[in-house]
Nanobody
Framework: QVQLVESGGGLVQSGGSLRLSCLAT????????VSWFRQPPGQQRRLVAA???????TYMDSVKGRFDISRDIARNTVFLQMNNLKLEDTAVYFC?????????WGQGTQVTVSS
């Protein structure tokens, strides 16, 4: 089993920045993909960014150039640096870890961007 705990969410003004963290504990395989998803109110959960074991990253189009996903392997932590935040970035952000056939989710952290 793997447990994921997100932190770093909060209220920020448009144009501001936040850094989300996802700490993984438990039976963690070195070969895993960690992703950030988000779910705005009344909408489906969507992939925001992902990082593969080799460090390859992928982003949804609307956050390219503004968000950066990175990982600290020694601390089993993945970060999502979010810059130039916009109103439409408001959502609950979830951390996701996939390894082998297993998939795990964190409890989510709220990000609210105000005008």
């Amino acid at each position: 089993q793997v447990q994921l705990v997100e932190s770093g969410g909060g209220l920020v003004q448009s144009g501001g920045s936040l850094r989300l963290s996802c700490l993984a504990t438990g039976d963690i395989d070195r070969v895993n993909v960690v992703s950030w998803f988000r779910q705005p109110p009344g909408q489906q959960r969507r992939l925001v960014a992902a990082i593969a074991p080799a460090g390859t990253t992928t982003y949804m189009d609307s956050v390219k150039g503004r968000f950066d996903i990175s990982r600290d392997i020694a601390r089993n932590t993945v970060f999502l640096q979010m810059n130039n935040l916009k109103l439409e970035d408001t959502a609950v952000y979830f951390c996701n870890l996939r390894q082998g056939f297993d998939e795990y989710w964190g409890q989510g952290t709220q990000v609210t961007v105000s005008s």
